[in-house]
């Protein structure tokens, strides 16, 4: 079974400019949370879909928006990069609301963002 | 606040010579703490959840137990291909169901 796929793999951007990442959850998988990484730290809460609904939200600014679509795949995007939002992005998928117990969640393989 | 905190930093081992990673958590209603593999450059790959004190899990040279403060990761007779950042994070219960990571271990194994 393939697990939690994101794209692309890196990605290099100029400060001001506009990235969307995608990722796709695992099959039957409803939750989709995306997680900020810096270098040497754990990762960062950004936000959380359920059913197609943003279920949680982080202490992100609002250049970061995200959305999920009918088939669970979702998409993260930031406006206006700035020199530190150069990070690992993560997605992390699970079967059940964010709010439930025994919510395991499981990553995918990230996307290398670098702003220069 | 809700935090987790991992010690030590870094960890040098030699292969065969077992030892134990710490993860204490302060956290209003602890819903689930969860251990995470993460090699560099990857995503974090799931090991372990533990939902009440005084639960174990196992899985090949790892063990993960739960007190009502902090977790510990055991681990028996590590092997090179245990070198790895060892993550652990907690879900509080009032919270929107996101993980609270701490910083990580650094592990590394020499033969």
């Known amino acids: 079974d393939a697990g939690v796929t994101q794209s692309p793999t890196h990605l290099i951007k100029t400060r001001g400019q506009h990235v969307t ?3 796709s959850p695992i099959s039957g998988h409803k939750s989709v949370s995306w997680y900020q990484q810096v270098l040497g730290q754990g990762p960062q809460f950004i936000f959380q879909y359920y059913e197609k609904e943003e279920r949680g939200r982080g202490n992100f ?23 530190g939002d150069s990070a690992l992005y993560l997605c992390a998928s699970s079967s059940r609301q964010g709010t439930s117990v025994y919510n395991e969640q499981f990553f995918g393989p990230g996307t290398r963002l670098t702003v220069l | 606040e809700d935090q987790v905190t991992q010690s030590p930093e870094a960890l040098r081992l030699q292969e065969g010579e077992s030892s134990s990673l710490n ?27 533990l939902y009440s004190a005084g639960e174990e899990k196992e899985k090949e040279r790892l063990k993960a137990t739960l007190t009502k403060k902090e ?8 092997k090179p291909e245990d070198s790895a950042t060892y993550l652990c994070a907690v879900q509080a219960g009032g919270s929107q169901g996101n993980l609270i990571f701490g910083k990580g271990t650094k592990l590394s194994v020499k033969p």
């Open chain 2, 71 to 78: 977790s510990f990761l055991h681990i028996t007779a590590p």
């Open chain 2, 23 to 49: 993860c204490s958590y302060t956290v209003s209603g602890l819903r689930g703490l969860f251990w995470y593999r993460q090699d560099p450059g990857k995503g974090p790959e799931f090991l372990f959840t």
């Open chain 1, 21 to 23: 990442l995608r990722c």
């Open chain 1, 61 to 83: 600014p609002d250049r970061f928006s995200a959305r999920q679509f009918p088939n669970y795949s979702s998409e993260l995007n930031v406006n206006a990069l700035l020199l």
